[in-house]
């Protein structure tokens, strides 16, 4: 789709689950360029999602390349990721390990906010989750102009990074849920 066509799809995205959503699709990494669908997994606050290669592969931006805590766990909205990529074949393209119907942008789940996904907690890290290079090559300079235009990065529809906060379990359907809200300083749930 052109730039154009994808901003109609806003609306669309817009209407994700602020409070309780859904996971949709599991994918680990376990080499660089392979990528591997599951129906459930494990979340791990050393090695992030179990059989992915995060904790291995380590990071440019980190001294000695070690892995980033901060970009643990990459979580994109699954109606972002239906918009730019398509089919549901396609989004394991993406690079991103959780893909949920679930409202990630920065008014709904800024910095700090907690997610609770399966039995596992996530919190959201500061770091940009950007479209690069590698999402150009796969979806088009068209969808990386829309991730990462001026709505785009409001609404984090390139996704966002997290870090484990309570290891867990996590199966495809399972809810997705907002348990810490910064902003409030509260549970959202009681």
């Known amino acids: 789709m052109t730039l154009a066509e994808l901003e109609t799809r806003l609306t669309y995205i817009r209407q994700s689950p602020s409070e309780s959503g859904r996971l949709e699709l599991i994918v680990s990494r376990p080499r660089t360029g392979a990528r591997e669908v599951q ?11 179990l059989g992915d290669n995060w904790s291995t592969r380590g ?16 979580i994109m909205n699954v109606r972002a990721i239906e918009v730019v990529g398509g089919g549901r074949d396609q989004w394991p393209l993406a690079g991103d390990q959780l893909f949920v119907d679930f409202d990630l942008s920065e008014s709904n789940a800024p910095a700090g906010t907690q997610i609770q996904i399966g039995t596992a907690i996530v919190e959201v890290t500061e770091p940009p989750h950007r479209g690069c290079y590698k999402f150009t090559a796969r979806f088009g300079a068209d969808a990386t102009a829309f991730v990462n235009s001026k709505a785009g990065v409001l609404l984090n529809l390139r996704g966002i990074n997290a870090r484990v906060v309570r290891n867990g379990t996590l199966r495809v359907g399972d809810p997705v849920t907002k348990v810490k809200d910064p902003a409030s300083s509260r549970s959202p749930i009681s």
């Open 59 to 74: 990071s440019s931006r980190m001294p000695k390349r070690a892995s980033d805590p901060r970009r643990q766990i990459t």
């Open 39 to 49: 129906e459930e997994g494990a979340l791990d606050s050393v090695h992030g999602l």
